[in-house]
């Protein structure tokens, strides 16, 4: 398994992303709507093995203090395989001295936990589509 990390949207087939993020049971945009939201992020990684895209990641941040990893997925024939565990690290080490902050999906906690993330007591969110988000497990 030779895998190509990729730290830029450069010859990104726009429309595997949705198709990944769907397979990974995660919520999911058009091609379009994913290209703007990683162009726009502070650090995108994008995973490869041989030429097919397997797995990604991005970040949005000031890029100094603060910074929330969204997006994070690999196909699930390749999960277990440490492919999600390296694009965090690499989008932890693209900006460093910044706090990062993430919302997991529901079952996904201990994934983020073995990488050192914690628990937020005080998180909130506000989603444009409020009741799926609470049918989904995410909001109280």
């Known amino acids: 398994m030779e895998l190509k990390f990729q730290n830029n949207c450069n010859d990104i087939d726009w ?37 097919q895209l397997i797995g990604f ?12 990893i969204y997006d994070v997925a690999v196909l699930p024939s390749r999960q277990g395989q440490g492919i999600g565990k390296q694009i965090i690290q690499k989008i932890v080490a ?4 910044c706090s990062f902050i993430l919302y997991a999906s529901p079952g996904k906690e201990p994934f983020y936990q073995k990488l050192n993330f914690r628990r937020m007591k005080t998180g909130m969110a506000l989603f444009v589509k409020a009741d799926n988000m609470t049918s989904r497990g995410f909001t109280e």
């Open 15 to 51: 429309e595997l992303v949705p198709e990944i993020l769907k397979e990974a049971g995660m919520s999911f945009h058009n091609a379009a709507i994913h290209r703007q939201a990683f162009s726009a992020s502070a650090s995108v990684v994008f995973v490869f093995d041989e030429q």
């Open 57 to 68: 990641g991005r970040a949005i941040s000031d890029g100094i203090v603060q910074a929330a």
């Open 94 to 97: 693209s900006l460093p001295g």
